[in-house]
């Protein structure tokens, strides 16, 4: 039960056509969309501060709408991540961090800087990028995983950096990109991004079972077994939040993933 505790799972977003229906009720009120998907899901990554930035106001509103032990992650700009030189980028990190994330409050969770799959590792260059991370701003504590998407970051060196840094490296199941299970932050972030809409909730049900156990390794400070990994350094096993985050593939088909999920790690 502490483990599944520190398990949160949850979908890309919550404005989505094809969820009114079929997740939301008929009728359900557009602009109530987040109070019904916040009692359903455990955690939101929002997309929409990736592509542009948002009034303070709207993330007092967004933290306003969830229940209490909700979270959001927040993709980061892709000013921040999408340039040749990463090491050029304190200014537009300063402006992400400093838009009025700060009003999530407590609903704040992992900042994800996500690459382009032509992004490729430079050691240096990346250091320096994490080194730019802030650990609070205004106070508030600050939480980064990273997502790269490119075949030349499975190497060691990459590990170390984000271990040295105490940043996360995103897990992300999919079939267009390579996946790197090392952990290396004090948090878990995982990425489902291969449901097929054939299925109910995504997955097969013998899936689904399968990401809960590895949930819940990963929240009690395991290492799981069948993941692609780096290196065969385990970080120490102490407990850690895991997040779990249906994303892409067949869309409309995530929040019943998600609430899935949720219902095997909660039992």
């Keep these: 039960m502490v483990a599944a505790m520190s398990i949160r799972i949850g979908i890309g977003g919550w404005t989505y056509e094809p969820w009114r229906g079929t997740f939301y009720p008929e009728k359900w009120p557009q602009k109530r969309e987040l109070d019904y998907a916040g009692t359903h899901v455990t955690a939101i990554e929002i997309n929409g ?154 997955y097969a049900p013998h899936t689904l079972d399968d990401w809960a156990a590895k949930a819940k390794r990963w929240a009690a400070g395991g290492r799981p077994d069948g993941l692609p990994y780096v290196t065969e350094t385990a970080p120490a096993k102490t407990p850690r939040e895991t997040f779990v985050f249906f994303i892409n593939g067949a869309k409309v088909r995530a929040p019943h993933g998600a609430m899935a999920l949720i219902e095997r790690v909660s039992a």
């Excluded at 030189?85 to 700060?102: E, N, T, Y």
């Design 49 to 202: 501060t990736y592509y542009g930035s948002q009034k303070p106001a709207t993330f007092a509103s967004w933290a306003a709408a969830v229940p209490e032990g909700f979270v959001f992650s927040l993709k980061a700009s892709r000013y921040c991540t999408n340039r040749k030189v990463l090491a050029d980028a304190g200014d537009s990190i300063a402006k992400f961090v400093g838009q009025g994330i700060v009003e999530l409050g407590d609903t704040l969770g992992p900042i994800l800087w996500q690459f382009m799959a032509t992004k490729q590792f430079d050691p240096d260059d990346f250091g320096a990028f994490l080194k730019l991370l802030p650990a609070k701003h205004d106070g508030l504590a600050l939480r980064h995983a990273v997502q790269v998407r490119h075949e030349s970051f499975a190497v060691p060196e990459f590990v170390a950096l984000c271990r040295e840094a105490g940043v996360t490296i995103v897990y992300a199941d999919s079939t267009e990109y390579p996946a790197i299970a090392d952990v290396t932050g004090d948090f878990v972030y995982a990425r489902l991004e291969s449901a097929e809409e054939r299925f109910v909730a995504g």
